[in-house]
């Protein structure tokens, strides 16, 4: 699970149940705790997860996966892309969505050119509702208030409590996917079984559908050539002590320019550098029993070389007050170093172009003498949902999210993420698309939000114009081999805990205020201790024993 204010964070506020508070709506009838009734999991057989099977028609990547997260890697572009899809979905019928948008909403859809191309493949007449991230909360309220949902909704994982509307609202579709049910759509079949595991059961049942994401998280990635004239490039897991890379970074800060790049949000990234120490991600267990990771002296261990990082300057100035160029600091050289998302990678490589060589920092040696480790993400951050509705109709919306869902190097997949070739994009020299700038402007997946309905596995490959693309999919392939055998997986994802979506944000700010505190030195480091009582009082412990309690029947 990532950590800090980010788009994750922020969806987390959009929350059905937040929706339902602000409307007045009511679905007790549906309410359940967490320790028992009709949403909880426990004394329920719970329905199988889909079947994995690859799709047959997807080109073999260059690079294999791996069931511990590793992405499939791509050094060049398919040279032939195949139907992934036997027939055009639909039956001409207009589908209504909900979805979201991080960036600009798109253009009216007789003006938007890849809607259009959509609509023809997909032989419906998509009704997009496209809302800004940050609205979302106010017009989702809107939305529940009017009392009729569109056909599929796009949400994220982990709201404020969204089950009961699920449950009362929502299509279980456990009959058309669990098992080998999933097979009739063959490219949601393609979706590993992590992602299904994310989005969870709701009374035993299968309700809410993936939009995967890789499971290697937050990473911190490097200018090579200067962790290298520092003596600290060593590409292998605790390769380097802790006090002689620190030295390193000492040695790279100077002359307005700093070893590691830091901001308010993510506070100082401590997600890369708590488990290099060992600490739990989000969680503990123990006999069954769940145990806050801020209670750890792991967890405590890794603020505390933080804060001694910050003392000896590998931070840069005024170092929480750089979130809008936390990332151009380092695509720059400002910073030598980053800690982000898995996504990030592939925009850092494009970005950074022949600047410098980007790979990403193996952990190191902790001083506390545990195994070193990484965080896992939960393998997917966003769900869908589809409206109750007669069998026949759910099944042609799941066709239509199984062309979206189609995999890298399909037809399918080219039209939803590049759109049609001579409008959307031309070929490079390698066969990929290179897109035009009427698909630059806007006229493009993301302004669709399509991307938060339904996707295939991400993978990793680089696009053409990116000097020496092949190379650092193969760099950042190797990392995520040689991290998924030492990941820390968090044991809640995919459980039901109503305190932990209802106290969330609360018990993150509480954490991240601070380790910030403590690493700018304005507290001691038996702040901490402090702060982990706090957060136990607040709701940890009551979300722990929800948690231990799910966690038992899931294992049962």
Known sequence: MSSGISRRTVLRTIGIGTALAATGASLSACSASADGGALSNEGKKLAPWPDYVPHPDAPEPDLAPSEKGVQPGYTAYPSELKQSVAEKPGDGSRVTVWTITWGAPPKAKEKHRLWQALNKQLGVDLDLVVVPAMES?????????????????????????????????????????????????????????????????????????????????????????????????????????????????????????????????????????????????????????????????????????????????????????????????????????????????????????????????????????????????????????LKKAPKARIRLLLRVMDFLAAPFGTKEWELVNYGAEGTHFTRGDDGSPVQTQLALDGDNKDTLGIAFIATGQQVLFMPAGVTGGADAVGRRHAFQAEIAEIGIADPSVGLLSRTWLAKYNELLLLKEDAIKAVVMGRKPLSYLDSMAKDWKARGGDRAADEFSKAYASAEA
């Open 137 to 385: 909360q106010q017009k989702f309220a809107t939305l529940v208030a009017g009392g009729e949902l569109p056909d599929i909704i796009a949400v994220a994982q982990n709201l404020p409590d969204p089950t009961e509307l699920i449950a009362a609202k929502c299509q279980d579709l456990t009959e058309f996917l669990s098992g080998d049910a999933v097979r009739e759509y063959p490219n949601l079949a393609a979706i590993p079984t992590y992602a299904w595991k994310a989005a969870g059961h709701i009374g035993g049942r299968l309700y809410r559908f993936p939009v995967e994401r890789s499971r290697i998280g937050h990473s911190l990635y490097a200018n090579v050539e200067r962790f290298k004239q520092a003596g600290i490039w060593v590409p292998e897991t605790a390769g380097i002590a802790v006090d002689d890379f620190t030295e390193g970074l000492a040695q790279i800060s100077g002359r307005q320019k700093w070893a590691m790049g830091a901001a308010g949000t993510g506070a100082f990234g401590y997600n890369t550098v708590a488990p290099a120490f060992g600490a739990p991600n989000w969680w503990s267990v123990k006999d069954g029993q769940f145990t806050g990771a801020v209670e750890s002296d792991e967890f405590k261990a890794g603020i505390e070389q933080l804060a001694k990082w910050q003392k000896a300057g590998a931070f840069r100035a005024d170092p929480l007050s750089h979130d809008a160029t936390l990332s151009t600091d380092f695509q720059t050289g400002v910073t030598a170093s980053v800690s982000q998302s898995n996504v990030s990678f592939t925009g850092f490589e494009i970005a950074v172009k022949d600047g410098f060589t980007l790979d990403t920092v193996r952990p190191f040696k902790p001083s506390n003498g545990a195994r070193p480790g990484h965080w896992f993400s939960p393998g997917a951050d966003y769900f869908t949902v």
